[in-house]
DNA sequence: CCCAATCTGGCACTAGCGTACCAAATTAGT
DNA sequence: ACTAATTTGGTACGCTAGTGCCAGATTGGG
């Protein structure tokens, strides 16, 4: 179901946005029907009457905040200056834009943007909505790496992507993760000259 | 709650073998009461009687499952002749070690592994199991490639394990997800001599 | 053999879920 | 301004979940 009015637009964009911000901090589980409605100040019909199900209301959170993350590393790229990339201060971007803006809860914020691949192995009905939001990043890297005077292969991209990925993952079962600091160290690694 | 006697300790351990059963074609989600006790052919109280919660349950089929794959791992170590260790052969035994034995269900056997790393991040109660567990493939993993007579530090098996794991991640939004494949690319191109 | 400890299993309670329903209120097109 | 379409929101249904309860069966130690 999609609105038709303008109150109706906003309210509906209320719910995607209630549903968003419960997806960042709860993951895929906390997005329900009682506890958007709430977040939004919506009653609870509202959210059968915007979307048919759960799952495209799931779609629509994941889509605004991939989007959300996307918007973010354009906007890096865009007043990104080519002399100021230093080593330290080029894997830091790279880290920014993969793993989202360094803050005071690394592996909380992180952990969403795991949980999301993971999740599409057991929801199928979110697997074009993340490859082209994954297709994008790697595009976005790419350019990155471009502009910074580091130009790189796509295959080359993949392989750092992975990396990081790989690095995060392991990190989220420690005592205290620290996702960022452990995708750090091994960027640092791969990219360092030979 | 532990079992005092042997037919209870029997009991026990159906529902936890039910329980591994459940978590591997169902992810964690699929541990629930009702669902154990009827794969185990056991009643309801059952499960409540022999587990204090369901965390405990969810625990005791990881270890059992986490278990059951290290101890595969051993077998294949133990198995190994250093003279049949020709690079594809190698890798494939290494991705028989992080992603399972090859089968032709290779996505859906390989998101478990990847699940409970992720699920860690919002259970921090997993997180000493799967620390141990790690650390074990770890070192297992060690052990294959100096008996292989590739010796490496366990930086490079860090490194190694966090490609194969980045690959296999991002392989899972795909329309028809082979992570095995992507991981496979991956560490081929990873250990080539240079 | 007996009795205390252990185990059994049916049942019911509460809570939360997705979803359906529908009369009333609001809005939009003419 | 009028009427048809849209939106609203309170309510209820059916289901499944985790868990508590407890009379009865089973078992093991002395």
């Given at each position: 179901m999609t609105a038709a009015t303008p109150k109706g637009e906003r309210r509906r964009q209320a719910l995607v946005e209630a549903a968003a911000d419960l997806l960042v901090d709860g993951?895929?589980?906390?997005?329900r029907h009682r506890a958007v409605a709430e977040r939004a100040g919506l009653p609870l019909a509202s959210t059968t009457y915007y979307f048919d199900s759960l799952e495209e209301l799931v779609t629509a959170a994941l889509e605004f905040q991939g989007n959300a993350e996307l918007a973010y590393g354009k906007a890096r790229l865009d007043e990104l200056?080519?002399?100021?990339?230093g080593g330290d201060a080029f894997v830091e971007l790279v880290l920014d834009l993969l793993?989202?803006?360094?803050?005071?809860r690394d592996a909380e914020a992180v952990l969403l943007r795991y949980e999301r691949l993971v999740a599409t192995g057991r929801r199928p009905y979110l697997r074009p909505l993340m490859r082209r939001m994954s297709g994008e990043l790697h595009a976005l890297l790419f350019d990155i790496f471009t502009r910074a005077g580091q130009p790189v292969s796509r295959e080359r991209v993949e392989e750092l992507i992975a990396l990081v990925d790989g690095a995060v993952v392991n990190a989220l079962?420690?005592?205290?993760?620290d996702p960022r600091a452990a995708a750090r160290r091994m960027l640092r690694k791969a990219m360092q000259p030979r």
């Open positions: 993951g895929f589980d906390a997005i200056d080519p002399r100021e990339c793993l989202g803006p360094s803050g005071d079962i420690e005592i205290s993760p």
